[in-house]
């Protein structure tokens, strides 16, 4: 059976079916719940897991670039912790539509990041806040000093 909620699945298989996603355990906070996305057509901002620690936004956007085109994103960013030399080992991506979303998670879900020694394999799930603005007024003022290395990045036609 489909579900329109947000979970993780086996690797290797896609994460999206031709009515929801693939379930293999209760969806976690990172998730989307059906109240917030009523279809799955709908999903454009991915959460991707097990990041490595030293990528920055622009280091996840090189890793996006190997299978689409600049202008298929419009939000790339990767939360760093401010205690460390680390980011939190997620990010967020936001793609201009779904079937960008739903491709990118087909090609990238299970395979290992690029100049990851440590061999971590790419996790993809919806993400809880979903579109550009929406993620535009979530993060606006969680950088509260300039850092300009862990900004979001934003694009216009791939600009």
Same mark, same amino acid.
């Given at each position: 059976?489909?579900?329109?909620?947000?979970?993780?699945?086996?690797?290797?298989?896609?994460?999206?079916?031709?009515?929801?996603?693939?379930?293999?355990?209760?969806?976690?906070?990172?998730?989307?719940?059906?109240?917030?996305?009523?279809?799955?057509?709908?999903?454009?901002?991915? $959460?991707?897991?097990?990041?490595?620690?030293?990528?920055?936004?622009?280091?996840?956007? @090189?890793? *996006?670039? &190997? #299978?689409?085109?600049?202008?298929?994103?419009?939000?790339?960013?990767?939360?760093?912790?401010?205690?460390?030399?680390?980011?939190?080992?997620?990010?967020?991506?936001?793609?201009?539509?779904?079937?960008?979303?739903?491709?990118?998670?087909?090609?990238?879900?299970?395979?290992?990041?690029?100049?990851?020694?440590? $061999?971590?394999?790419?996790?993809?799930?919806?993400?809880?806040?979903?579109?550009?603005? @929406?993620? *535009?007024? &979530? #993060?606006?003022?969680?950088?509260?000093?300039?850092?300009?290395?862990?900004?979001?990045?934003?694009?216009?036609?791939?600009?």
């Amino acid at each position: 059976p489909t579900s329109t909620r947000g979970s993780y699945h086996s690797p290797g298989a896609p994460m999206f079916e031709t009515q929801g996603i693939i379930p293999s355990q209760e969806p976690q906070a990172s998730s989307m719940q059906s109240s917030q996305v009523s279809l799955i057509n709908e999903v454009t901002t991915l $959460m991707f897991r097990h990041l490595p620690r030293k990528y920055t936004s622009r280091d996840m956007l @090189a890793a *996006l670039e &190997r #299978y689409v085109t600049r202008a298929a994103l419009d939000f790339v960013y990767v939360p760093w912790d401010r205690n460390s030399a680390n980011n939190m080992g997620f990010a967020f991506v936001n793609f201009t539509d779904a079937a960008s979303a739903r491709m990118i998670s087909a090609v990238m879900e299970g395979i290992v990041w690029p100049k990851d020694a440590r $061999m971590r394999q790419v996790k993809i799930v919806p993400a809880l806040v979903q579109g550009l603005i @929406a993620n *535009l007024a &979530r #993060y606006r003022n969680t950088i509260k000093e300039p850092d300009l290395i862990h900004y979001p990045l934003v694009f216009s036609n791939g600009r």
